[in-house]
Nanobody, 122 residues
Framework: QVQLVESGGGLVQPGGSLRLSCVAS????????MEWYRQVPGKQRELVAR???????DFADSVKGRFSLSRDNAANTMYLRMNGLKPEDTADYLC????????????????WGQGTQVVVSS
């Protein structure tokens, strides 16, 4: 019922910046908390940042001070601004969103995107 599409990944040199976007689509939906995770093969998926519908944000200690998060509720879009990128930030970045669907029956769920790859390397 809700699809998420990430974009903005790529190859960047250490110290560089990227902005990732996550767009949620669907009809008769309300998007609640949205999150960014990152995944490195062989490692556990890591929560990077979270933003509530009211704009309250929370970040992993590893990215505090370097990453910022915002959202456009009218467009159901979340943005992750990543500055001061390090090689250890290299990962697939996935977004997730909690939502309500206001159909004849109100349902709630969580959706995931397919991910966008970020590579930090010189």
């Amino acid at each position: 019922q809700v699809q998420l599409v990430e974009s903005g990944g790529g190859l960047v040199q250490p110290g560089g910046s990227l902005r990732l976007s996550c767009v949620a689509s669907g009809s008769k939906i309300t998007i609640n908390t949205m999150e960014w995770y990152r995944q490195v093969p062989g490692k556990q998926r890591e929560l990077v940042a979270r933003i509530t519908s009211g704009g309250t944000t929370d970040f992993a200690d590893s990215v505090k001070g370097r990453f910022s998060l915002s959202r456009d509720n009218a467009a159901n879009t979340m943005y992750l601004r990543m500055n001061g990128l390090k090689p250890e930030d290299t990962a697939d970045y996935l977004c997730s969103a909690d939502w309500h669907h206001w159909g004849e029956v109100i349902t709630a769920g969580r959706s995931w995107g397919q991910g966008t790859q970020v590579v930090v390397s010189s």
